[in-house]
């Protein structure tokens, strides 16, 4: 079984930029499609990004135009670049191994393995 590793959260302030990191421990996930996905206290984790094999990539509309996400294949990883920060984008952001190589889900039901999240913090 492949378990994500996430790393890169920190505090930023508004109109900054972070970099998440994804490593696969365990395994690997170069042939399947990932996700990143974002939760805070109370509500349900929320999708982000997601980016198949030959690096076909979704976003939400509340990321889409700052948020990119890529992967490369030979290392094994998935980024997640996160340009003109706002308050709202502050929460617990999690990496997801998907079932399959081509689809790019939005529904966390659909993805099988977790990280233990990276806390983001953007202040106003």
């Known amino acids: 079984q492949v378990h994500p590793v996430e790393s890169g959260g920190g505090l930023v302030q508004a109109g900054g930029s972070l970099r998440l990191s994804c490593a696969a421990s365990g395994g690997t996930f170069r042939n399947l499609a990932m996700a990143w996905f974002r939760q805070t206290p109370g509500k349900e984790r929320e999708f982000v990004a997601a980016?198949?094999?030959?690096?076909?990539?979704y976003y939400s509309d509340s990321v889409k135009g700052r948020f990119a996400i890529s992967r490369d294949n030979a290392k094994n990883m998935v980024y997640l670049r996160m340009n003109d920060m706002k308050p709202a984008d502050t929460a617990v952001y999690y990496c997801?191994?998907?079932?399959?190589?081509?689809?790019?889900?939005?529904?966390?039901?659909?993805?099988?393995?977790w990280g233990q999240g990276t806390q983001v913090t953007v202040s106003s």
């Open positions: 997801a191994v998907g079932r399959n190589s081509w689809r790019l889900e939005t529904a966390a039901d659909e993805y099988d393995f």
């Open positions: 980016i198949n094999w030959s690096e076909i990539s």
